[in-house]
């Protein structure tokens, strides 16, 4: 069992940063993905990037490859979306969420456990 408490997000004009984190309680170890996924109005959730909770492989969409970064606080069992470069096309609700197993993967579907959403606005 685990679960994620989400902070960050907000308003934020085009070509600003803006960093999301992802705090995850219970059982946490090295067989954990922690993932971002994100989801604009009249879309599908759409995934951003996923990083395994050693750190060994971290994968991104190709729409935000060289923008966005996924990090973690090992002291704090806390992970980071740090979007730089922001684009009015990044507007959406962003989420983290968990899978237990030792591979990222793309899927939403593969992922149990949801953080609430933040929502991330960036205006032109």
């Known amino acids: 069992q685990a679960q994620l408490v989400q902070s960050g997000g907000g308003l934020v004009q085009a070509g600003g940063s803006l960093r999301l984190s992802c705090a995850a309680s219970?059982?946490?170890?090295?067989?954990?993905?922690m993932a971002w996924f994100r989801q604009a109005p009249g879309k599908e959730r759409e995934f951003v990037g996923a990083?395994?909770?050693?750190?060994?492989?971290?994968d991104y969409a190709d729409s935000v490859k060289g923008r966005f970064t996924i990090s973690r606080d090992n002291a704090k069992n806390t992970h980071y979306l740090q979007m730089n470069s922001l684009q009015p096309e990044d507007t959406a609700v962003y989420y983290c969420?968990?899978?237990?197993?030792?591979?990222?993967?793309?899927?939403?579907?593969?992922?149990?456990?949801w953080s609430q959403g933040t929502q991330v606005t960036v205006s032109s």
């Open positions: 969420a968990l899978r237990y197993g030792s591979a990222t993967s793309s899927l939403s579907g593969d992922y149990n456990y």
């Open positions: 219970g059982r946490t170890d090295n067989t954990i993905t």
């Open positions: 990083r395994l909770w050693s750190g060994a492989s971290t």
